[in-house]
């Protein structure tokens, strides 16, 4: 089946701890997005990428990294830097980074600190 | 002001009422607008997409496309306890990713 598969579904950091999100996707889709999602809010978006070795920051995008070494993969570290990390993350993907095509989402990853 | 804005609710039917969800965006150069349906716990799915003025259907769900007033809405008629959900307007704001609402949610009272 074709789909966008996050991972972790939860995961928890510790203070002054990096941690990564996983996104894979089969879609044979060029471009990827990372969004944030706060309770009872909208999704912000943190990075996209249109293209193998190429990212762009979105609104939010301090104290988070990643990297697009792969068109099937779109990793996001949390970095200790993000001193609010708890909130639920959600990659997504689009046939062309041409944002008149739909995006597509993953389950997402919940994320809190311990 | 926001660039893509959408009453929060909740909004409130009964069953087998039309549910009428609005958005205004900001960006009169947008070309695109979607739809995304968001049950609690879960992550966005698309629901419509409407490129063009005026209306398009697909079952029980109508987008509703009006450029010179910069609004998008999205009917539900018969609406069922099933589609409570908070449901997203997201817009292509000329930005390479598109712009979303905060969300409205939606409650159909069986």
């Known amino acids: 089946d074709g789909g966008i598969t996050q991972s972790p579904k939860y995961l928890f950091r510790k203070e002054g701890q990096n941690v990564t999100l996983s996104c894979e996707q089969n879609?044979?889709?060029?471009?990827m997005y990372w969004y944030r999602q706060d309770p009872g809010q909208g999704l912000r978006l943190i990075y996209y990428?249109?293209?193998?070795?190429?990212?762009q920051k979105g609104d939010i995008a301090e104290g988070y990294s990643v990297s697009r070494e792969k068109k099937e993969s779109f990793p996001l570290t949390v970095t200790s830097a993000q001193k609010n990390p708890t909130a639920f993350y959600l990659c997504?993907?689009?046939?062309?980074?041409?944002?008149?095509?739909?995006?597509?989402f993953g389950d997402g990853t919940r994320l809190s600190i311990l | 002001q926001k660039e893509v804005e959408q009453n929060s609710g909740p909004l409130s039917v009964p069953e087998g009422a039309i549910a009428s969800l609005n958005c205004t965006y900001s960006?009169?150069?947008?070309?695109?607008f979607f739809w995304y349906r968001q049950y609690s716990g879960k992550s966005p799915e698309l629901i419509m997409s409407?490129?063009?003025?005026g209306d398009k259907e697909d079952g029980r769900f109508t987008a509703q496309l009006n450029k010179a007033s910069q609004y998008v809405s999205l009917l539900i008629r018969d609406s069922q306890p099933s589609d409570s959900a908070t449901y997203l307007c997201?817009?292509?704001?000329?930005?390479?990713?598109?712009?979303f609402g905060s969300g409205t949610r939606l409650q159909v009272q069986p």
């Open positions: 997504a993907s689009s046939m062309a980074g041409d944002s008149n095509q739909p995006q597509h």
């Open positions: 409407i490129y063009s003025n």
């Open positions: 997201a817009v292509n704001t000329g930005r390479r990713a598109l712009t």
């Open positions: 990428s249109q293209i193998v070795n190429d990212f």
């Open positions: 879609l044979n889709h060029d471009a």
């Open positions: 960006d009169r150069g947008s070309q695109s």
